[in-house]
């Protein structure tokens, strides 16, 4: 019998609860997570077993997710070098950031506790665990950054979550951190800045944002994400995302001179080239 303690059970975390008891591993599921409304749910729901505590219960454990914002994720794996864990407990994470986890995670391989990075690239905007669902990840991108853990540990994390068919990417950390900084995080900054700008700007205009078509709403859906995560995330991935806001304001400059210069050529360009990439995406996403 597999135990996994999930730290965390808001979207993405009681979203992996709930996959991973639709999975043939059918785990026992031990949950922490301050919130009671949270907690409370989710046990009345059969999606956790037992509403624990992190370091009281970790012990018992035989894979742990960490599934809470950033910040706390790199609290945490500080914490559980501090207690008694199984000798052949997987640790893992769900953050969206993966240089500063893993640096931090490295005192918990100095004690043999085996650790493995990872990111599912699938979610949404709402938050807590009401929102979460079992087929949130279907057919999603799944990053691993490999640390100290074993093959077993990972076919077994994987087992669990086998109901998802996931597409597991393995990746360094850097590299993940620059590659999502570009498809996720430098997105969001710019999702909040439209939504943020416009607001300012038509703040004495009667009618206003409200008169917003699909496309304001679609390209800013994201912003209506959780603040407290979307800080913990520019923190912990600063600098990659600092690096790409400054190629995207001279890409954004090259674009208002062409559009100031009336250069019918460049701006065509500039559109079509996006609606070709953008209409591959959609093409990709429906065969896989
Ligand atoms: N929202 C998304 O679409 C995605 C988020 N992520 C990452 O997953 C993690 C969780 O994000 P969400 O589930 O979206 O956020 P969420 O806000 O829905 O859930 C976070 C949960 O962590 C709990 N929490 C806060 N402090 C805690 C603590 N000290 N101990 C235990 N639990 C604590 C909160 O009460 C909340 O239930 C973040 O690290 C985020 O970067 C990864 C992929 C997608
Ligand atoms: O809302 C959306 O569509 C997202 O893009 C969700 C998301 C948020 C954070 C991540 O690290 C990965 C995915």
Redesign the pocket.
């Known amino acids: 019998m597999t135990t996994v303690l999930i ?7 009681s979203s992996i609860a709930r996959i991973m008891k639709k999975s043939d591993v059918q785990p026992t599921i031990l949950g ?4 009671d409304d ?1 907690g409370q749910f989710l046990l009345g729901q059969g999606i956790i077993d037992e509403r624990v505590t ?1 370091l009281k219960a970790a012990s018992r454990a035989d894979i742990i997710v960490l ?4 910040s ?2 790199i609290k945490q794996l500080a914490q559980l070098t501090t207690v008694e864990l199984k000798q052949n407990v997987l640790v893992t994470d ?3 950031t993966k240089m500063q986890v893993m640096a931090t995670a490295k005192r918990l391989q100095k004690r043999q506790i085996a650790f493995m990075g990872g ?2 690239m ?3 905007h709402k ?3 009401r929102a979460g669902r079992e087929d949130l990840f279907d057919h999603a991108t799944y990053f691993i950054v490999d640390g100290s853990q074993t093959p077993a540990q990972t076919a077994q994390f994987k087992a669990c979550l086998k109901p998802a068919q996931l597409r597991w990417v393995n990746v360094s950390a850097e590299a993940h951190d620059g590659l999502v900084s570009e498809i996720s995080h430098v997105p969001h900054v710019l999702a909040a800045n439209l939504v943020n700008t416009a607001d300012h700007q038509l703040k004495h205009d009667a009618v206003g944002l409200s008169a917003a078509a699909g496309g304001f709403k679609s390209a800013t859906r994201i912003a209506g ?2 603040p407290t ?1 979307w800080t913990a ?1 520019m923190l912990s991935n600063s600098e990659a995302i600092s690096d790409q806001l400054t190629t995207y304001m001279a890409q954004l400059k090259e674009i208002q001179s062409a559009i100031e210069a009336h250069d019918a050529d460049k701006i065509y360009q500039f559109f079509e080239h996006a609606k070709t990439v953008r209409e591959r995406l959609d093409q990709e996403g429906e065969t896989q």
């Open positions: 730290s965390g059970l808001g979207l993405i975390g922490d997570d301050p919130n949270t992190l599934a809470g914002p950033v706390v994720i769900v953050g969206s990111h599912p699938a979610g949404s938050t807590g665990g994400a959780d995560m995330i």
